[in-house]
């Protein structure tokens, strides 16, 4: 099966702080999401990367395509309170059925 | 526009009940499929459809059946329910190579 590591579990971080979070895998994959989930929601679409190498920013999120296309970060720059929830990177694999598989999730608390 | 619909929202079953999950969307995507979310795993793939009439397993499909008649629908069966399926479903859509959107999600309880 596909090996996804997502770094942290959680953070804690002051209101104000930058934030950093990554995901690699032993495999080679040609899309790279990241979700972002709520609770009693379902995950929703932050950043959509789709080159190695690719960086892409979203207001105050950066994420980018690892250039050996098994990894990829995401930054969240000046947390705000309403940042708080889980953030998955959920990669899509370059054969096959073109299937997201998701990491394990990072649970961000945001402290005002 | 009403985007990925999950059907009910909260569960309860008895072992060994069946039931049905339904999914829809109206953005006319090809690729459906879903995902069981429990705590510290992630979502993991259990079914996914890449067009009508075409299924296929995913990570963990055991207990569950698919089907795909229509575009639009894509509902998932839990034949005999059992503890170990206690989770949050969620239902995703996108086209082929795109984003994926989330339902809802359904949470089930099994007792």
């Known amino acids: 099966g596909q090996q996804l590591n997502q770094s942290p579990q959680s953070m804690f971080i002051q209101e104000g702080e930058d934030v950093s979070m990554n995901c690699t895998s032993s495999s080679i994959f040609n899309t790279w999401l990241w979700y972002k989930q709520d609770p009693g929601e379902g995950p929703v679409l932050l950043i959509a990367l789709y080159k190695a190498g690719e960086l892409t920013s979203n207001g105050r999120l950066t994420a980018q395509f690892g250039i050996t296309r098994k990894d990829s970060f995401l930054n969240i720059s000046a947390s705000i309170p309403s940042d708080v929830g889980i953030y998955f990177c959920a990669p899509r694999r370059v054969t096959g059925a073109n299937n997201l598989f998701f990491g394990t999730g990072t649970r961000l608390t945001v402290i005002p | 526009n009403a985007g990925v619909t999950q059907t009910p929202k909260f569960q309860v079953l008895k072992t060994g009940q069946s039931m049905t999950l339904q999914c829809a969307q109206d953005?006319?995507?090809?690729?459906m499929s879903w995902y069981r979310q429990d705590p510290g795993m992630g979502l993991r793939l259990i079914h996914y459809?890449?067009?009508?009439?075409?299924?296929d397993q995913g990570e963990v499909p055991n207990g569950y059946n698919v089907s795909r008649s229509t575009t639009e629908d894509f509902p998932l069966r839990l034949l005999s329910a059992a503890p170990s399926q206690t989770s949050v479903y969620f239902c995703?859509?996108?086209?082929?190579?795109?984003?994926?959107?989330f339902g809802q999600g359904t949470r089930l309880t099994v007792v």
């Open positions: 953005m006319n995507h090809e690729y």
């Open positions: 995703a859509s996108s086209y082929s190579q795109g984003e994926a959107f």
């Open positions: 459809s890449v067009g009508a009439g075409i299924t």
